[in-house]
């Protein structure tokens, strides 16, 4: 995620008074702001995989099992990933349920938990465990706090498109033409 977009949308500046926009600049507005939102929601569930991915190291130690082999692991993904396919988000449905691939890179998520720091699991100590754990839970929850910041300015958009058609500010035939 371009961090510095991100911070751009959620400006206090960038937003302004969606009375005073052109119905064009709040759909605009809008489509950029669920394009971001997109992309989070993404990066969401990219480290919420990893958590959990994490978290079942952590109960197979608790459990005082041993190391699975490469293998076994794959093989287990489907299991550790399932559980959790439903968010505990708003039960939106974005128009857009990818981001572009150059979006889709995740490079703060990689500093944290990335292919290499997954494929070492096992050799971790409990400490570093414990800790990777933390750093992806925190991750995850500022994506989670970022989403519900852009789902508050999409609210505030389309609350003003919808505004304007119910007092015949705009019509429907402008979308029409």
Do not use: K
């Amino acid at each position: 995620m371009d961090q510095a977009r991100l911070q751009h949308v959620l400006a206090p500046e960038w937003m302004g008074d969606p009375s005073a926009l052109s119905m064009e600049e709040l759909r605009a507005r809008r489509a950029e702001l669920q394009e971001v939102e997109v992309t989070l929601s993404y990066q969401r569930r990219m480290a919420q995989g990893r958590l959990d991915i994490v978290a079942a190291e952590r109960h197979r130690r608790d459990q005082g099992d041993a190391a699975p082999a490469p293998e076994a692991v794959v093989a287990h993904l489907t299991g550790i990933l399932a559980p959790n396919t439903r968010g505990q988000g708003n039960g939106r449905l974005s128009q857009l349920l990818a981001p572009e691939p150059t979006e889709a890179e995740t490079p703060e998520l990689d500093a944290i938990a990335g292919a290499n720091v997954l494929a070492s699991l096992p050799t971790l100590s409990d400490e570093d465990l414990d800790r990777l754990i933390e750093d992806l839970a925190e991750f995850e929850a500022g994506c989670s706090r970022s989403r519900r910041a852009l789902h508050d300015r999409i609210d505030s958009l389309q609350g003003e498109v919808v505004r304007r058609y119910r007092t015949g500010e705009a019509s429907v035939e402008t979308l029409l033409r």
